[in-house]
Structure formats: C-alpha cells, structure tokens
C-alpha cells in the first residue's frame, strides 16, 4: 500500500488503553499493570505503543490508566515528558478519576467515553485506540489511510494467523475486499480468508475512528443497557452490523528490518511467552530489531556506567555468550549464556545463569546456577541458590509454568528462607 502525501498523523491522536491488569503474568504483575512490565533490557511493554505512535507522526497522545498505575504513570512522567505544549504536542495520564459518574472505567470503550471532553480539547479529526501491552513495530499512517480511503466506520488492525491459533483471538470473517461481515470472540471453528483458507485474520485490539463518529457511538452505547462498554464486545459488533468496518493486515504496516523479514507481533501475557520474546533477542539475528534507528524504541534511560566484566581466572570468569546486558550491570566472575540482564543487575563469583530474564537492581549471590528463569526487579538470590535442575524442588517454593519457566520474586525467596 502505498501513502498518500498528505499524512493523517497531524490531525490524529493516539489513545492508548494501559489499565489492564494481566493477571496471567502472575506476580510479575502483583505491583504493577502489565504495559509497565520491563521488556528488552531496558524498556517497558508501553514503550512500544508510543514509540510507534511518536515514530508515526502523531504528537496527541492520551494514556488511561487504572489497575496498580504508579509504576506506569511514573515511567511516563519520567521517559515521556519531552512533548511541548506549545508545539501543540501532548501526552496526558488520564488515571480513572470518575469524571462522568462515580464509577471507574467498567471496559476499554468507556475509558474513551469518561475521557471525551479531554479528546474533544485535541481538536483532531481521528482517533486510534491502542492496546498498551503488545511488543510489536507499526506505522498507523498506513491503517489511517486505508480508513479515509475506504470511507470505513472503523479500521480494526488485524494479524494473519494460523487458523489452529485463531480460536484465541477475536476474529474477522471477511469478504473479498476486506470488508468485515461477522466479527466472531474465540470461536471454535475460525473462518479463513477470501485469498487463504488456511489462515484466520484476528483482532490486535488497535481500531482507526473518525473521532466525531466514534463519539457519537460511545455516547449511544453509554445509554445502552446490558453493555459491557468494551470495544472488542460490543463497539465493534455494532459497527459490523450497522455500518462499515474494515480489516487492516498488519503484514502492510508492520516495520521490519528487512523486507522479507517475517512480521513480528508479540503478546508476552504469560510467563512463558514473556520469558521467550526477552530470550528470542539473544539469537544471532533476532526478529525484533532493536537496533534500528529509523524506528527507535524511546524509554526512560537512566544515567548509568557502561556494563563492566570483572575476573579472569578458572572458573571464576566474568563473561557472556549470546546475551544482553544492560548499563550498570557488573558480571564478577560470573558466566552468563543465552540471558538477558536489566539495568543494575549485579552477579557474584562462581554463579551461573543460562536462560536468565533478570529485571533491574537484582542480585545473584555467589555459587547461585539458574537456568530458564525469570528473577523480578531488586530479588536478592541467596549463595548457592540452585534453580532449573529440579522441578519439583523449584516449584515447593517458586512459580514454575507449564513450559519450565521458573519465576522468582522476594517474596517466595523469603517465604522459603523462613521455612528453612
């Protein structure tokens, strides 16, 4: 698809739904919402929403927020504050505050709902509506056009999946222009594509709205009794029955590093998949670019000393294969494969991690080994702390998936210091 030359960015702003708690994440989410959770050495799961959003073009920008939000709110005051007022940029925290009435926000259509004089300030001509808690990279100029050039009601963003995959999405029967005909919730027998059989097109929870239209409907479904107040619910059903809604494939927005590079979504809702998207950035060349400067990932950076690698003598050797390692991170006689380590992450002598997700300001104590493990911002792992040769063992005191993930914070590490 090609862009027209005038772009929609300018008169459009981004509304990004960040008050999801993912509770699947399990303790990594008991302290904070799941678009705060770090990802990638050093950014948060939000950063990729608004960097795509920033990287577009669109410089109105709105993040609602509700579940465990302090962490969030304060990573965004925090990475996120060089828009200007003057240059007619925003980007406001809109924490549910019961603006309407004295609820809080009952589903992710009436986050907008309870926010539309806020919106109305913008003075934008559309709306998109993003989920916060997606890794992935997307130029929505490309989906803003197709919505003005099809003269859609709503533009939903859309993944090409397998069809045995498809059952847990919400997904888009489709006619031969891409026209939505029936919108199905995790259906059991998914329908296929007008041009592939074999594959299902399945909601990203992004949606493209002319603003004065969505008002409109956000206004009616308010009054609407039964409604969930949820875009994926009850918004998008609607529109697909009673008016035009059209399907996006992300395939043509999608940023990638090649141009045969496959397109990369990811939803890090579980342990499991959280371990392996941070794990898959180790490989030679991972399908997530974080490298590239044409389409950065912005975040809060602090200020921080290089990573540094200390000890060189048998078997107490600071080193690390096929890893990441963030600033501030001392590696003292420790071996590191296949991990990833967040800002300030400190290990000791005669430790070893292979297949380690480490958040920031940890510590790995002496003769600690742990494999395939996820280890929570500042735990402090006790010397000689074994993880990943037992499961049995590992799961009396830690949480260990279904996929043999083991993840690890203060709070099992000090309920099993006081059993012992």
């Given amino acids: 698809m090609s862009l027209s030359t005038t772009r929609l960015a300018s008169r459009s ?64 005051q925090r990475g996120w504050s060089f828009f200007r007022a003057e240059r007619n ?25 309870q926010n539309i004089d806020i919106v109305d300030s913008y003075g934008v001509d559309y709306i998109v509506i993003l989920a916060g ?73 992004i949606y493209v709205f002319k603003w004065a239209f969505l008002r409109d409907i956000l206004r009616k479904d308010a009054e609407t009794p039964g409604s969930n107040r949820d875009f994926g619910g009850d918004i998008i059903p609607h529109i697909v029955r009673h008016g035009k809604a059209m399907a996006h494939r992300f395939e043509t927005s999608c940023v990638r590093h090649t141009p045969d590079a496959p397109a990369y979504w990811r939803d890090v809702g579980t342990v499991d998949a959280f371990w ?14 974080l490298w590239d ?31 990441l390692v963030a600033g501030g991170c001392i590696i003292s006689g420790t071996e590191v494969r296949r991990s990833l ?16 997700v480490v958040l920031p300001y940890a510590t790995v104590a002496r003769s600690a080994q742990l494999r395939n493990v996820v280890i929570d911002r500042g735990v402090q792992i006790p010397e000689g702390l074994v993880v990943g040769e037992d499961p049995d063992e590992d799961a009396r005191w ?3 998936t279904s996929g043999g993930v083991t993840l690890i914070t203060q709070p099992m590490l000090d309920a099993r210091a006081a059993a012992q």
Wanted: proline letters at 5%; hydrophobic letters at 40%; glycine letters at 6%.
């Fill in 133 to 205: 808690d997606h890794i992935y990279k997307m130029d929505y100029e490309f989906m803003l056009q197709q919505h003005v050039a099809t003269d859609a009601d709503v533009t939903v963003g859309c993944l090409t999946v397998p069809r045995a995959e498809a059952s847990a999405f919400g997904v888009m029967d489709v006619d031969d222009s891409d026209r939505i005909t029936h919108f199905l919730e995790k259906p059991d027998d998914p329908p296929g594509t007008p041009d592939n059989s074999e594959v299902s097109l399945a909601s990203m929870g």
């Fill in 276 to 289: 392996k998207a941070n794990i898959d950035l180790t490989d030679f060349n991972p399908e997530l670019d």
């Fill in 13 to 76: 702003m981004a509304f990004v739904l960040a008050g999801g708690r993912g509770s699947r994440l399990r303790e990594l989410t008991d302290i904070r919402a799941k678009p705060a959770v770090y990802f990638g050495g050093k950014t948060r799961i939000i950063d990729f929403a608004l960097s795509n959003a920033l990287n577009t073009g669109i410089r109105k920008i709105a993040v609602a927020t509700q579940y465990k939000a302090h962490s969030l709110i304060r990573h965004c």
């Fill in 89 to 113: 940029e925003y980007l406001d925290i809109l924490p549910a505050s019961q603006r309407v009435d004295d609820k809080w926000y009952e589903g992710t259509a009436d986050a907008v709902f």
């Fill in 341 to 356: 380590l967040f800002t300030q992450v400190h290990t000791n002598s005669y430790a070893s991690l292979d297949g380690a």
């Fill in 293 to 323: 400067r044409q389409w950065p990932i912005w975040t809060y950076s602090e200020s921080v000393p290089p990573a540094k690698f200390i000890h060189d003598e048998e078997n107490r050797r600071g080193n690390a294969t096929s890893s």
């Fill in 398 to 400: 830690f949480r260990v």
